[in-house]
């Protein structure tokens, strides 16, 4: 089992910045893909952005050139710097981890983005 806590969600202007981190922990060895979803009332959940343990990171296209993804091997940490927030952003983000073949997911953290 691998646990996921998440922090640094909350409410934010349009043109704003907010700073999402994840730690894991437990089953932390062979962990290789992190990443961040999101889910908005009403719709699916979509992949924002995940990073590789060698480093290669994936966007969504709404949010190249905003958001930025980093992990830190040796802390088992991801996180997501997320600038020039937009209402649309609004949504609950879930961390995500691939642990061999296993997906776990963290409890999810709201990001709200007022006009």
């Known amino acids: 089992q691998v646990q996921l806590v998440e922090s640094g969600g909350g409410l934010v202007q349009a043109g704003g910045s907010l700073r999402l981190s994840c730690a894991a922990s437990g089953r932390t060895w062979d962990i290789r893909v992190m990443g961040w979803y999101r889910q908005a009332p009403g719709k699916q959940r979509d992949l924002v952005a995940t990073i590789t343990s060698g480093g290669g990171t994936n966007y969504a296209d709404s949010v190249k050139g905003r958001f930025t993804i980093s992990r830190d091997n040796a802390k088992n940490t991801v996180s997501l710097q997320m600038n020039s927030l937009k209402p649309e952003d609004t949504a609950v983000y879930y961390c995500?981890?691939?642990?061999?073949?296993?997906?776990?997911w963290g409890q999810g953290t709201q990001v709200t983005v007022s006009s």
């Open positions: 995500n981890v691939l642990q061999r073949s296993l997906h776990y």
